[in-house]
């Protein structure tokens, strides 16, 4: 009988092609009809495993989900960036592959990183969605978000409305 091991782990250089292959499938999944065609495309290709690579060497965390030893999701975080905010700690992106999604790993992968940032000060915690990504809207308040703000987000041509949820411990 073989057995599947999941973990979290911070991410290394070496995933830099793995995120970006995440990055791409979920983006296309999750904002599909939500951001204009050719501006998704733009951010996509932008985001490839060169800048991953140099995402890595910020110093900003970033934590994957591996499930069976293949990356499957990420989620960057750290001090939130947005002073308006009541918020310590912010999960800046959040993705897993569609063909992972909606079996529980996202909540495994969320609760990890917001203890992560509980232990290095963060009591409470941001994270910004756009309005119409309804999934995701839908995850942050089943895992207990409040929605305490709400936004526009350029994205090529078009400001887009988001929202954020904060998170207390």
């Not at 700690?89 to 969320?110: H, I, K, N, S």
């Not at 000060?121 to 929605?147: I, P």
Request: overall charge positive; some cysteine.
């Amino acid at each position: 009988m073989s057995e599947l091991v999941t973990g979290i782990r911070h991410a290394k250089p070496a995933d830099a092609g793995a995120i970006s292959r995440v990055f791409d499938a979920a983006w296309r999944e999750a904002y599909g009809g939500i951001i204009p065609g050719v501006a998704l495309e733009r951010m996509i290709q932008r985001r490839g495993p060169r800048w991953w690579a140099f995402s890595l060497r910020r110093g900003r965390p970033l934590a994957v989900l591996d499930v069976g030893k293949k990356i499957v999701g990420y989620a960057s975080y750290g001090r939130c960036r947005d002073r308006a905010l009541p918020a310590e700690g912010e999960v800046d992106e959040l993705y897993l592959a569609p063909e992972y999604q909606g079996v529980g790993l996202g909540r495994r992968l969320f609760r990890a990183v917001l203890n992560d940032l509980d232990h290095r000060g963060a009591r409470s915690v941001a994270v910004w969605s756009l309005s119409q990504n309804e999934r995701a809207c839908a995850f942050y308040e089943h895992m207990g978000g409040r929605l305490v703000a709400r936004g526009k987000e350029r994205i090529g041509p078009d400001a887009l409305p988001k929202q954020a949820y904060l998170f207390e411990r």
